[in-house]
């Protein structure tokens, strides 16, 4: 049921151009692994950010081929590479519930997968708010100003999408908990369980989206086009020129950026839930 689940809704998003092909492939993969392994209520937290991220870079897609296009290494539609790099940590999390290990701390479990989640989530909804931002975003390490589209720039409409994305990532978790039947936890655990969720999204959600904005800003890898004479993480850029690498390390793209902030997303999901 988790794969024709999944295989639907990569299916409606390679319809409505926010998949590629390969990208369906990839939410079918993350899909079933999440569903399939974690349960009904992950997959909902799936379906959430897949949903809401894909509606927003929708709403912020004409504005932002203006004012941003050239920066982005890749369009609005997401690839194999893409879907992994937001939904890996979350699939390898719900996977992990099902070993013995994970089975012992369902409670870490979730929360780290809520973090993993929110940090993509956050991300993503920054990514797509912040680039409508009518300021220019300022880079987060030193606070130069910076054109949009700019790997660690950062604007107060995107921070305040980080914050909106990232908590309702974990508000979503929370109220798909449902109310306690009979004989189920008490209403005094079931409610602090659910404070616990929104905290897990709203601190791994920010640390994730933070770790992005660092790495964006220190070590991804960026390119030169010599001919449109702008930086971009394209190694081809969209005019058709081969771009020059410029600095970063070479092997960290945005892929590896976006696992890294769901990762991040994750320990300080999982850390958040050990607070008393
Ligand atoms: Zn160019």
């Avoid at 809704?9 to 409505?16: I, K, L, T």
Wanted: hydrophobic share 45%.
């Amino acid at each position: 049921m988790a794969a024709a689940l999944s295989a639907g809704v990569g299916y409606a998003g390679h319809r409505r151009a926010a998949l590629t092909l390969g990208g369906a492939a990839g939410a079918v993969v993350v899909g079933t692994s999440v569903t399939g392994a974690g349960g009904w209520r992950w997959g909902i937290a799936m379906i959430y950010f897949f949903a809401s991220s894909s509606l927003l870079s929708r709403l912020a897609s004409e504005r932002k081929q203006r004012a941003a296009a050239d920066k982005f290494a890749k369009g609005s539609r997401r690839d194999f590479g893409q879907a992994l790099a937001n939904g890996g940590v979350a699939a390898a999390l719900a996977l992990a519930r099902r070993t013995p290990s994970g089975a012992r701390h369902t409670e870490t479990t979730e929360a780290a997968f809520v973090g993993a989640l929110a940090a993509a989530t956050a991300d993503t909804w920054a990514t797509e708010v912040g680039t409508l931002s009518p300021r220019a975003p300022r880079l987060i390490t030193t606070g130069r100003l910076v054109t949009p589209g700019t790997s660690g720039g950062i604007t107060a409409l995107g921070l305040a999408a980080t914050v909106a994305g990232a908590t309702s990532l974990g508000v979503v978790m929370a109220a798909a908990r449902g109310h306690p039947r009979h004989g189920g936890q008490p209403n005094t655990a079931n409610t602090a369980r659910r404070a616990r969720l929104v905290l897990a999204g709203l601190a791994g959600g920010l640390a994730g989206s933070l770790a992005d904005s660092l790495l964006g800003a220190l070590a991804q890898a960026m390119y030169w086009c010599p001919r449109c004479e702008v930086e971009t993480e394209r190694r081809v850029h969209r005019c058709g020129t081969p771009t020059k690498y410029r600095r970063g390390l070479r092997w960290l793209d945005n892929d590896a950026v976006n696992t890294a902030c769901s990762a991040v997303g994750a320990i300080v999901g999982a850390a958040s839930n050990q607070w008393r």
